[in-house]
């Protein structure tokens, strides 16, 4: 837990990725092309990418997408969980200062997007784990955000996001308090 909460503090001190890549963190737009501070997330969106999860880094290529086909300043989501040849890591989209471009009307809130597509996989325990600690980490660093503010993009959109086979909403928030680190 630790961990997680020193690398959003790195974060937002630095504007720098801890994912190794060493890329800055860009300002991101809501789709109108204005970067807008988020001064407090209001809560937390799960999404997954709806793309086959590989080792190797697929963070750049959903920057690539959201970039050059939404039109978009940088990604869309604040964090994104995913394999690599070392294993599973977090990397960081947007800034958490800032405003993200993952949910109409949720934008206030933190987009962590877990890549793979679980409406025709089964998400990694690892992954999952790696999912519960960044919530965890979240909820540490914002005192205005509990276990409610948590959802899952399906709860405001058609979307099946974060997929038909990801665990319940509810079992994900037992796993929060349940399995501690």
Partial sequence: M???????????????????LGLPLLLGDNGDGLVKRLHKPTGIVIHHSATRDT?????AAIRDYHI???????IGYHILIEDTEEGVEIFTGRGLQFEGAHAVGKNDKIGVCVVGNFDEDFISTEKYQKLLSVIRGLLMMYDNINWEGVEYHNESSEKSCPGKLFPPKSTLLSDLYIYPE
Avoid: N, P
């Avoid at 630790?2 to 190794?20: C, D, E, N, P, Y």
């Avoid at 080792?55 to 963070?59: G, L």
């Avoid at 050059?68 to 940088?74: P, R, S, Y």
């Fill in 2 to 20: 630790r961990s997680v909460l020193l690398m959003f503090t790195f974060i937002l001190a630095t504007g720098q990725s801890t994912h190794g």
């Fill in 55 to 59: 080792s190797s880094v697929s963070f």
């Fill in 68 to 74: 050059h086909e939404k039109h978009w300043e940088d």
